[in-house]
């Protein structure tokens, strides 16, 4: 009998899978193949800087308590006294009250969005926001819409018929695209309605702003900002997240945000890293310089043709739209043999049509890099 049942659950797992298959999207797990990194978030090259390992090795060593794990959740066992000044010291780094960190990205969004509107509340987020807070959104009992990307328009009808508390999600540079939300005019409209503006900063962490402190303090926007997500997998090269916002959205957080209640804290050497690597953030202001002269060089030396395909963007993730699972598929197989390690995002990732070459550039990328990367492209 049990064996019935666990080929008929197989059964339907393998259909799903050959659906995939026929569909050219099966997703399977590749081990880093050694070729130039055109793919990975690194941004800054952090997670690869041996000067920042070493940095990290002698704050360890330094560190007067020492613990392998944390041996509990923050509530219990597993809080200490770099938490919370790390907390406090990120939250004035990017000019926000306080902050709570969060064990990923994914956590932060997840919990933070499932546990701060009511079943009354109304929550707003861009259609292509990123799946943690599109979970997080579906977790929660609020009513949710999605609007169009970047549409102020539809934003705004949006806002006008929603009810109870209002709360509006974007992301300041969308990661399957490396567009930019129109922040100042969302800012503007969430002050206007009294709508709360939560941002997911997560790729414009250490790339916008004079050190890195993302896009709402390039723009000035702290004030007019709800929540800010930022995470340390990134630029910053480790692991882990932060939200930032007033005390009592911190307070509120540690009581009622599941993600953070229920699971074990960071480590030691997570803190540490996060702790070194924002150090060494705002110490080496010229590797931000670096990243951005790689991008613009980038986007200058890109050829007509398929500049008509790039979706506009500053950041450091560029997109070559290329429709078709397989089209892209064999493209990013022709480059990667070329030596340059770029991934192709695929339909369901994003929709069909719009499949994409996803390029991420580093301030590590050097010049004859990016050509050697462009003449392997082709022309149209
Ligand atoms: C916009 C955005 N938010 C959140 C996350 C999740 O962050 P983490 O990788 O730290 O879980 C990602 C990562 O893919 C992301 O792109």
Known sequence: MVCTIMSEIDE???????????????????????????????????SRSTQLQKNIREAEENYPVHHIGSTGSRLLSGNN??????????ASFHDAEAGLIFNSGYDANIGLLSCIAKRTDTILYDQLVHASIRDGVRLSYARSFSFAHNNINELEQKIKSATGNIFVVVESIYSMDGDCA????????????GANLIVDEAHATGVFGEKGEGKIVELGLQKQVFARVHTFGKALGCHGAIV???????????????SFIYT????????????????????????????????AYFKNNIGKMLKQSL????????????PGNENVRALAKQIQEAG??????????????????????????????????????PLV
């Open 244 to 258: 930032l916002g007033s005390e009592t959205l911190r307070s509120y957080l540690i009581n009622f945000c599941r």
């Open 340 to 377: 340059f390690d770029v991934r192709p995002i695929l339909h369901p990732t994003v929709p069909a049509g719009s499949e994409r070459l996803r390029i991420c550039l580093h301030a590590f990328n050097t010049e004859k890099e990016i050509d050697g990367l462009l003449q392997s492209l």
């Open 264 to 295: 074990t804290a960071l480590p030691l050497h997570s803190l540490l890293s996060i702790q070194c690597a924002y150090n060494f953030m705002e110490s080496n202001a010229e590797m931000l310089i670096q990243l951005r002269n790689r991008i």
């Open 81 to 90: 006294h770099l938490f919370e000044e790390l907390e406090q010291r990120i």
């Open 182 to 193: 129109p922040l100042q005019e969302i800012a503007k409209l969430c002050s206007h309605y």
């Open 12 to 46: 339907r797992l393998r259909t799903a899978l050959d659906e995939r298959i026929s569909q050219q999207s099966l997703r399977t797990l590749t081990l880093n193949n050694g070729l130039i990194d055109f793919c990975s978030n690194d941004y800054l090259g952090f």
């Open 311 to 322: 979706i506009e963007s500053n950041s450091a993730i560029q997109c070559i739209i290329i």
